[in-house]
Nanobody, 119 residues
């Protein structure tokens, strides 16, 4: 069984930065792509970023490209999301997820960490 545990959320002022972490249990973390998603109150969950297994390819939503950076440390079974120039509209619960190797889905999810951007 795989468990994903996020941390690093909190309250930050507009223009500030946060770094989220997601630690994965279980074996073979390094062979899976990993992603970050977010869900704001009253809205559907949306894709934020994805990194491939060896960190040479990453994808971002248009709303965060240039401000957020996804990275991973396979030795630590951890994926990160560095968030800079935060805006109030970035306020959401942020989730990390593991992308399945055999289907076009994310098959394991963390419990989420709250990020609030407010003055």
């Amino acid at each position: 069984q795989v468990q994903l545990v996020e941390s690093g959320g909190g309250l930050v002022q507009p223009g500030g930065s946060l770094r989220l972490s997601c630690v994965a249990s279980g074996r073979a973390f390094s062979i899976y792509d990993m992603g970050w998603f977010r869900q704001a109150p009253g809205k559907e969950r949306e894709f934020v970023a994805r990194v491939n297994s060896n960190s040479d390819i990453s994808y971002y939503s248009a709303s965060v490209r240039g401000r957020f950076t996804i990275s991973r440390d396979n030795a630590k079974n951890t994926v990160y999301l560095q968030m800079n120039s935060l805006k109030p509209e970035d306020t959401a619960v942020y989730y990390c997820a593991r992308r399945s190797s055999i289907a076009d889905i994310y098959d394991y999810w963390g419990q989420g960490t709250q990020v609030t951007v407010s003055a």
